[in-house]
């Protein structure tokens, strides 16, 4: 099994800065994908980033240029680092990840985080 904490939301105004973390632990495999999604009220949840156990990363368009997903692989830890950030950012952040061996992968949820942009 695995665990995933997410931390780092909060209140925040337009233009303002989040970094948000997710620690990971338990069961978790050499290849293994991390990524944030999230899910606005109303709306249904979706990636804002990803990246992968050798580094590489992909953003949703809306988020590019502003997000940065990183990785400490020594802690099990993802990041989003969250700058000029935009009231339609507002929505509750999901850390996810994925276990991989073969042919077969492993999904996993952490509980989420609110992220508010509001002035």
């Known amino acids: 099994q695995v665990q995933l904490v997410e931390s780092g939301g909060g209140l925040v105004q337009p233009g303002g800065s989040l970094r948000l973390s997710c620690a990971a632990s338990?069961?978790?495999?050499?290849?293994?994908?991390m990524g944030w999604y999230r899910q606005a009220p109303g709306k249904q949840r979706e990636l804002v980033a990803h990246i992968t156990s050798g580094g590489s990363t992909n953003y949703a368009d809306s988020v590019k240029g502003r997000f940065t997903i990183s990785r400490d692989n020594a802690k099990n830890t993802v990041y989003l680092q969250m700058n000029s950030l935009k009231p339609e950012d507002t929505a509750v952040y999901f850390c996810?990840?994925?276990?991989?061996?073969?042919?077969?992968?492993?999904?996993?949820w952490g509980q989420g985080t609110q992220v508010t942009v509001s002035s």
């Open positions: 338990g069961s978790i495999f050499s290849i293994n994908n």
């Open positions: 996810k990840l994925t276990n991989t061996r073969g042919i077969y992968n492993y999904y996993y």
